[in-house]
């Protein structure tokens, strides 16, 4: 895995809560680093985040 330091980024905000959804799915966003609903995190463009987002696209919303 590279160090993407200068490449784009994607803005990640949690909009629903990961309560009454699969435990992965709660793993999932705790590994992206959302904590809270309304909470945003910055991460790499990547082949990783993107598969982290398309399991709870359903829970995210992603800016680029």
Known sequence: MANNTTGKRLKVTLVKSTIGFNKTQAKTVEGMGLRRI??????PDTAETRGMILKVRHLVTVEE
């Open 38 to 43: 309304r909470h945003s995190v910055e991460l």
